[in-house]
């Protein structure tokens, strides 16, 4: 397969704006909602309706990215069903819940249409955070910092920032120009962006007063089986890079992806959109035991995936999967999607921040590491959620270093003309930070 910019049909396509003004007038605008609740990043969901009914749309946007920098990628790939519309009081009285993720899409995407600007402004100060990583967690964490005023340089090995949103999203979830949007609106608030793989931490403790860490999770944990290094055995992360970058991998006719996870899912249901004649998922388990979000299962049937259960695979040759039993699958293709690797080497080049079961522990209120001038957020503390979660424990760290610091970093109360007129289409050194109160998995 050639180089050229990979295009799939949307997963959910866009509302018009007479279809979200119907759709926000259904809302109950609960007092107390449940939806907001459910929202990892809380959102005042009914406020943000309540305005795309009332023709603001973009004071809706406001409402969102006050509490979600990354408001426009997780109106398209959180798991609105298992959260905020999940938790809908609709399915109390068996009615449709209000699709909120839709409409948060259609207040940001008029954001976005009009070159809008984050909704607060940024005063200077001579505090320092270094970000490593440039993934979701980070994002939000320099954002939040950002409006405090403090300077945040974001160190990413890669040549694009965006992390998860840009290599590792499915592309008919999140395109990576979208995920460049939101790279860009932090990038407007004054954020340095450094590419950059950190080798020592050393420099870092002394140029900064405090260090995030975002760095994710790392390759592919592989099968240790025979043939896993065949040409044709690929693994899903980079498969979905790849085609992200335009620079997609071969896809045979008949293809085999080993997982049960939604990456499964997303590796599976983009083979056949590359043009795979026939997918199947092999799960080592029953259908029952799938990690995968039964909609994402759904939709993966919806479009042609066919799933064998209880399909344990002992070695690849080039035109089959091996399995328990004798059971042979043939396939041109073998995407292996089993889970990510933890970071470990990288994470041990800090010192003094403890790890169990390879993520990094923190204070689950302040983000905060054993190391006090340590915060983390994201998969590699969380061991792998999604995008919204990251954006919440990416600001939750942020407003942690801020407490730590012991000074008044009070956001101004400012409005935002930008985002109201917008249209559809340092020399202080570092200085020591308390230590944390509590230290356990957030």
Request: aromatic share 6%; proline share 7%.
């Amino acid at each position: 397969m050639t180089k050229h910019e990979i295009t799939f049909p949307e997963l959910h396509p866009p509302l018009s704006t007479q279809a979200a003004i119907a759709e926000a007038d259904r809302c109950l605008y609960c007092f107390d909602a449940p939806c907001a609740s459910a929202c990892p990043t809380h959102i005042d969901v009914p406020r943000f309706i309540k305005k795309i009914a009332s023709g603001n749309p973009l004071g809706s946007a406001e409402t969102i990215v006050e509490a979600n920098v990354l408001g426009l990628s997780c109106s398209r790939v959180c798991p609105v069903e298992v959260l905020c519309e999940g938790a809908c009081v609709y399915h109390n009285i068996n009615h449709k819940p209000i699709t909120i993720g839709l409409l948060q899409r259609h207040a940001m995407d008029h954001f976005y249409a009009s070159s809008g600007k984050l909704p607060y402004k940024t005063v200077p100060h001579a505090k320092k955070v270094a970000c490593i990583g440039a993934g979701p967690a980070s994002l939000a964490c320099a954002a939040e910092l950002r409006k405090r005023g403090l300077g945040v340089t974001i160190f990413e090995k890669r040549s694009i920032p965006g992390g998860l949103n840009t290599y590792g999203v499915a592309q008919y979830k999140f395109t990576p120009s979208d995920a460049a949007r939101e790279v860009e609106l932090v990038r407007a608030t004054g954020v340095e962006f450094r590419q950059a793989e950190i080798r020592s931490t050393e420099d870092l403790e002394r140029a900064y007063d405090a260090v995030f860490i975002g760095i994710g999770l790392g390759r592919t944990q592989p099968l240790g089986i025979p043939g896993e290094n065949l040409p044709s055995v690929l693994n899903a992360l980079d498969f979905i890079a790849a085609y992200k970058t335009a620079q997609p991998l071969p896809v045979g006719k008949t293809v085999a992806v080993i997982g049960g996870g939604n990456t499964a899912i997303d590796a599976a249901v983009a083979a056949k959109l590359l043009g795979a004649a026939k997918v199947s998922i092999l799960y080592r388990r029953a259908e029952a035991n799938m990690s995968a979000f039964a909609f994402e299962y759904e939709h993966a049937r919806s479009v042609g995936v066919s799933f064998v259960w209880n399909a344990r695979p002992v070695r690849f040759t080039e035109r089959s999967v091996e399995c328990d039993g004798g059971v042979s699958i043939p396939c041109d293709n073998v995407i292996i999607a089993i889970g990510q690797s933890r970071l470990l080497e990288t994470l041990q080049k800090i010192g003094a921040i403890e790890l169990r079961n390879g993520q990094v522990v923190v204070n689950p209120r302040t983000g905060q590491t054993a190391n006090p001038k340590y915060f983390a957020g994201g998969d590699c503390v969380n061991g792998g959620r999604e995008v919204v979660d990251a954006a919440a424990e990416g600001k939750r760290a942020a407003q942690g270093i801020i407490e730590a610091m012991g000074t008044d970093y009070s956001v101004p109360k400012v409005t935002s003309p930008t985002v109201q007129n917008a249209s559809p289409s340092g020399q202080s050194g570092p200085s020591p930070l308390r230590s944390p109160e509590v230290r356990n998995n957030g």
